[in-house]
C-alpha cells in the first residue's frame, strides 16, 4: 500500500510537458482528485483545445461517475468531433443519466456539422439509454434513423434494437429486428435468448440456443449458456438442465461463477436444493450474486431457516447486502405463515434504506397480497418513491388474486391516467379481473388495446383473452381466438376445455381434450381437472370414469382432492349417491372438505337426507364456521318437509354467529354495470323495474309458471314466500335488462353464489315470454335460457 501511494503522490507531482505524458497519466490516474490535479496540469500547459486530451478526461470523469464534470468539459469545448460526442452519450447513459444521454444526442443532431453525426457506435449507445428510459416514441424515432442511416446491418445496433424491443414489452418488433438481420454473431444471439427468457417465451429462448448448438448459427459461448438457463429453469425442465450442466463441464464454462450461479438457480426451482447446495460449496470466491442466488433457491424451497442463516453469514461478514438480497429473502413462493418474517425484513429493507427500492417494495406488496394483507400491501405501493410498471402489476395483481375485483379496475385505470404503458402482465392481470366481474365490455376494451399495443402474438395474454371471454359467457369469441393461435401451450388448451365446462358444452369439451392428446401438448394435473368438470357439468358419467382412470393409468397422474371431489360431483349429480360414497371409502386417509361439500350438493339435487346427514355432519366438524352448509343442511331439510331439522340447523348457526354471504347480480348496460340485491330499492329505476316484475310475474302464470318456494322458511305464509322469491337479485337484474334494452337483445346477468331453484325455473319462463335469451353465469356454470329451455337441461 505504501509504495502504491508513493507512485500515486509522485505521479501528481510530477508536471507533464507532452500530450503523450498526459494523456498516460490520465490512463493511470486512480483517483477523482487526481484527475482534477491533471485537468489543472491540462489547462495550464495549454492542452485546453487538444481533442485527445479533451476527450481521454472525459471519458475518465465518467469513470469516476463525475457526470457534472464531465458534461461541462464537453461543453466547453469549441468543436467536438464525433468520438468525443460518442464518449459524452455512453458516459452519460452508463451513469445512470439516460435521459441527459438522448438530451445530448438530440442536441448533437441539431447541430449541422457533417462531422457530428451520428455513427453506428453513437446508435449503439444512445439506444440502450433508451430502453432504461423506457420510452417507446424514442425508440421507433431512434430505429427509423437507424434505418434512414444505412446502418440495419450492424451487429452493435442490431443487439442494442433487440434488447430495446424487449424492454419496452414490444416482443414483435425484437423478433423482427432479429430475423431481418443478413448476419448474426454470438453477441446478437446471446441478445435475443436473453430477452426471450425475460419475455416468458421460454421455449422460443431455447429453440435459439438448440439451433446454435446444432451449428445452424454463432458458436456458443459462456454468455449463451448463462443466457438461457433462466429460461430452462423456469420451465423447471430438469432434463434439460442437466444437459446444459454437462455442456458447461464439456466446452469448459463450469468453473465460471455466473455459469454456476445459474445452474444454483436452476437447480432450485427444478426442486432439487441438495444439487444447488452442492454447486454453491463448490464456488472458491463467492460474489454477492452467487450468495442471492442460493438464498432465493432456499426461499422457494420453503427452506426459510437455511435461507436466514446465509443472510446472516453475509451480514456478519461485512459484506453489503443488496436489494436482491432482500428480494430474494421475502418467501413470496409460500408465504403462508411467514407474516412475522415478511413484518421483519419489511422493518429491516427501511432502517436499511432499500425499501425505497423499487424490486424490494414490489416483493413486499406481492407477497402482503398473497397473504391477503390487502391494506399492507397498498400501503407498501403507495408509500413506494419509484413506481415502476412491475409494482403496479404487482398492486392489480394483488387485488385480482383476491377478489378485489373492482379494486384492480380502478387501479388499472389510475395506471393509464398516469401515462404508464401496461406490459402482458398488467393485460393477464385486468383480464382476470373482467373475468372475475364479468365485465364484458372492459374486457372488449382491454382486447382493443391488447391489438394497439400488439400484445396479441404473446401465448399468456391471449390465453388470458380465451379466459376472459368465456368467463363472460362469449364462448363462440374464446373458440374463434383459440383457433387463431398458432403455437397452443397447455394452459391456452386448458383454458378453452374449461370455458367448455363452465357452459356446459361436454361434447365439445371430450373432443377437444382428444385434440390436445393428439397434437402432443403434454396433459397437467388442471388438463384433468378441466375436462373432469366439463364432464360433471354436462352428467358425462362414463366418460369422466374413463378420464379418471386413465389419469393415473395411462399418464401418470395420481388424483388430488380436487380431481376426487369432480369424480364425487360426477357420480353425484347423475344420482349415483351410493356409488359416490364407496368412491369416498376408497380414497386413502381424510377425503377432505371440498369431497364432502360436493357430495352435499349431489344431495340437494336428489332429495337424500340421510347421506346429507352424514356429509353436513364432517363438515360441520371440519369447516364450522363456513355458513354455505349450514344453508344447505338447511334447504334439504326443508325440501323434505322437515321444518324441525331446518330449524334447528339454522340456530345452531345462529349460535355461533354466521351469516350467509349477502347474494347480489350484476347486469352491464351499455358499458356500465348496475348491482342489485335482494328486495333492492337503491336502483333509480326501481319503481320502473318492479311494475316490470308484477307484469312477467303475470304473463309467466298464465304459461304455467308456480313459484318453488320449498327452501323458504316455513313458518310464513305461502303468499308470503312468493314475494320473498319474486324479489331475488336475479329477477331484478333481468327486468332491468328487458327495460333498457331493444326487443331481440341478448341479456347477460353474473350472479355471486348459485342460482336459486326458483330464479332458475322463472329465468326460462322470462326466455319464453319475452322471446330474449338470457346468459347467467352464476358461482358454478353458466346457463343459458332459450324459449323456455335451459342449457344446463337443469343439472347444476
Known amino acids: 500500500m ?89 458516459g452519460l447513459a452508463s451513469n445512470e443519466s439516460p435521459r441527459s444521454a438522448i438530451a445530448a444526442f438530440k442536441r448533437l ?313 401496461p406490459n402482458p402482465v398488467t393485460i393477464t392481470s385486468i383480464l382476470s379481473a373482467c373475468a372475475q366481474l364479468g365485465a364484458l365490455s372492459l374486457g372488449q376494451w382491454v382486447h382493443g388495446l391488447i391489438k394497439s399495443n400488439k400484445f396479441d402474438s404473446n401465448i399468456y395474454v391471449s390465453t388470458a383473452l380465451i379466459d376472459m371471454y368465456a368467463k363472460c359467457g362469449s364462448i363462440v369469441e374464446a373458440r374463434r381466438l383459440f383457433d387463431s393461435i398458432p403455437n397452443k401451450n397447455d394452459v391456452t388448451w386448458n383454458a378453452m376445455i374449461s370455458g367448455y365446462g363452465l357452459h356446459g358444452h361436454g361434447q365439445e369439451a371430450l373432443k377437444l381434450f382428444h385434440e390436445m392428446v393428439s397434437s402432443g401438448t403434454p396433459l397437467t394435473r388442471i388438463t384433468f381437472l378441466s375436462i373432469l368438470h366439463a364432464c360433471s357439468h354436462s352428467g358425462l358419467v362414463k366418460e369422466g370414469e374413463q378420464i379418471f382412470k386413465s389419469m393415473k393409468r395411462d399418464h401418470g397422474f ?32 381424510d377425503p377432505g372438505t371440498p369431497i364432502w361439500s360436493t357430495l352435499l350438493g349431489a344431495c340437494m339435487v336428489h332429495k337424500d337426507t340421510n347421506v346429507a346427514r352424514m356429509a353436513s355432519e364432517k363438515l360441520f366438524e371440519s369447516d364450522p364456521g363456513n355458513m354455505g352448509y349450514y344453508v344447505l343442511m338447511s334447504n334439504i331439510y326443508s325440501s323434505d318437509k322437515n321444518y324441525p331439522g331446518a330449524a334447528f340447523v339454522r340456530q345452531v348457526a345462529k349460535k355461533r354467529n354466521l351469516s350467509k354471504t349477502p347474494g347480489c347480480t350484476l347486469i352491464e348496460i351499455h358499458q356500465k354495470p348496475h348491482v342489485f340485491k335482494a328486495g333492492d330499492w337503491s336502483h333509480p329505476l326501481s319503481r320502473a323495474i318492479y311494475a316490470e316484475l308484477e307484469r312477467l310475474n303475470g304473463k309467466m302464470k298464465e304459461a304455467g309458471y308456480q313459484a318453488e318456494t320449498m327452501t323458504s322458511l316455513h313458518d310464513v305464509e305461502e303468499e308470503e314466500k312468493e314475494l320473498m322469491v319474486h324479489v331475488h337479485s336475479e329477477k331484478l337484474a333481468i327486468a332491468f335488462g328487458l327495460l333498457s334494452t331493444e326487443p331481440g337483445t341478448e341479456i347477460r346477468i353474473f350472479k355471486n353464489l348459485r342460482i336459486c331453484l326458483d330464479c332458475h325455473t322463472a329465468s326460462k319462463y322470462i326466455s319464453r315470454v319475452t322471446q330474449r335469451v338470457i346468459v347467467a353465469r352464476d358461482a358454478n356454470r353458466f346457463h343459458r335460457f332459450e324459449d323456455g329451455v335451459c342449457s344446463c337441461g337443469d343439472y347444476w
Open 2 to 90: 505504501a509504495a502504491a501511494g508513493a507512485v500515486t503522490t509522485a505521479a501528481a507531482s510530477y508536471v507533464p510537458r507532452t500530450r503523450d505524458s498526459l494523456l498516460h497519466l490520465l490512463s493511470k490516474a486512480a483517483t477523482l482528485s487526481h484527475l482534477t490535479e491533471l485537468h489543472a496540469q491540462l489547462l495550464h500547459n495549454g492542452f485546453q483545445s487538444d481533442i485527445a486530451t479533451t476527450t481521454k478526461l472525459t471519458h475518465r470523469l465518467f469513470d469516476f461517475s463525475a457526470v457534472h464534470h464531465a458534461r461541462s468539459l464537453f461543453f466547453s469545448f469549441p468543436e467536438p468531433d464525433r468520438f468525443l460526442c460518442n464518449v459524452l452519450v455512453k
Open 558 to 589: 395420481e388424483p388430488i382432492s380436487e380431481h376426487n371431489a369432480c369424480m364425487v360431483d360426477i357420480l353425484g349429480r347423475a344420482g349415483k349417491l351410493k356409488e359416490a360414497l364407496d368412491f369416498i371409502e376408497g380414497i386413502p386417509g
Open 109 to 421: 443532431r441539431e447541430r449541422k456539422s457533417i462531422d457530428l453525426g451520428p455513427d453506428n457506435f453513437t446508435y449503439a449507445f444512445v439506444i440502450p439509454a433508451a430502453a432504461s428510459v423506457g420510452d417507446v416514441k424514442v425508440g421507433f424515432s431512434l430505429h427509423g434513423q437507424v434505418i434512414v442511416g444505412g446502418f440495419c446491418s450492424d451487429l452493435f445496433i442490431g443487439s442494442a434494437l433487440i434488447d430495446l424491443y424487449f424492454k419496452l414489452g414490444r416482443d414483435d418488433m425484437a423478433r423482427k429486428v432479429f430475423d431481418e438481420m443478413p448476419e448474426r454473431d454470438a453477441v446478437l444471439c446471446n441478445t435475443m435468448v436473453s430477452g426471450l427468457g425475460r419475455s416468458s417465451h421460454f421455449e422460443d429462448s431455447i429453440g435459439i440456443f438448440r439451433r446454435m448448438v446444432s451449428g445452424d448459427g454463432p458458436k456458443v459461448d459462456c454468455t449463451t449458456v448463462i443466457s438461457v438457463l433462466p429460461a430452462v429453469a423456469e420451465l423447471q425442465d430438469m432434463r434439460l438442465g442437466l444437459e446444459l450442466h454437462c455442456l458447461a463441464i464439456k466446452i469448459g464454462f463450469y468453473s465460471h461463477v455466473s455459469v454456476l450461479t445459474g445452474l444454483i438457480s436452476l437447480y432450485s426451482k427444478c426442486g432439487d436444493i441438495g444439487s444447488a447446495n452442492l454447486l454453491f460449496g463448490q464456488i472458491g470466491r463467492r460474489d454477492l450474486i452467487s450468495c442471492n442466488a442460493m438464498i432465493a433457491g432456499f426461499t422457494c424451497n420453503d427452506e426459510t431457516e437455511s435461507a436466514l442463516k446465509l443472510f446472516r453469514e453475509l451480514l456478519q461478514s461485512g459484506e453489503k447486502v443488496n436489494p436482491s438480497t432482500i428480494v430474494g429473502l421475502i418467501p413470496v413462493h409460500s408465504p403462508f405463515g411467514h407474516l412475522l418474517l415478511t413484518n421483519c425484513i419489511h422493518d429491516f429493507s427501511i432502517k436499511s434504506g432499500m425499501v425505497s427500492h423499487p424490486s424490494v417494495s414490489t416483493a413486499l406488496t406481492t407477497i402482503y397480497s398473497r397473504l391477503n394483507e390487502m391494506d399492507s400491501a397498498r400501503r407498501t405501493f403507495d408509500e413506494s418513491s419509484e413506481k415502476t410498471l412491475a409494482s403496479w402489476n404487482a398492486m392489480i395483481s394483488g387485488y385480482a388474486q383476491n377478489g378485489l375485483t373492482e379494486a384492480a379496475v380502478s387501479l388499472f385505470q389510475e395506471m393509464q391516467m398516469s401515462n404508464v404503458s
